[in-house]
């Protein structure tokens, strides 16, 4: 993406809202085949488009970002991720989407 591009979408997550919802609607468009294809070029895109959201539009824009793009990870993809990079409440926000996944006798049974 150029750099006049990027600018564009920092700025758009930044603002957050519509145009928040706009960049991320783009992102999806063209890195969602990447995020969803798992193994290191999801993981690698995932992290980058994560670092971007974290700049622009603090702990809202990485709130937003989570819970859009990361059930597009495939699950063994999900696990490789260093959660140190996000923060508590990423984490927790993280938890609650895989935990809406599981299956019954694994919620109940869970270790």
Not at 21 to 47: C, N, P, Q, V, W
């Amino acid at each position: 993406m150029a750099e006049d591009g990027m600018t564009i979408l920092k700025d758009a997550i930044g603002k957050g809202g519509e145009q928040r919802t706009r960049a991320f609607d783009f992102i999806d468009t063209k890195f969602g085949s990447d995020m969803k294809s798992g193994g290191k070029r999801a993981l690698e895109t995932y992290r980058e488009l994560y670092a971007i959201a974290q700049l622009a539009g603090g702990q809202g824009a990485c709130k937003e970002f989570t819970e859009r793009f990361y059930p597009m990870l495939p699950e063994a993809t999900r696990n490789e991720l260093p959660f140190d990079v996000f923060s508590n409440a990423i984490r927790e926000e993280a938890a609650q989407i895989d935990a809406k996944k599981r299956g019954f006798f694994s919620r109940i049974f869970r270790a």
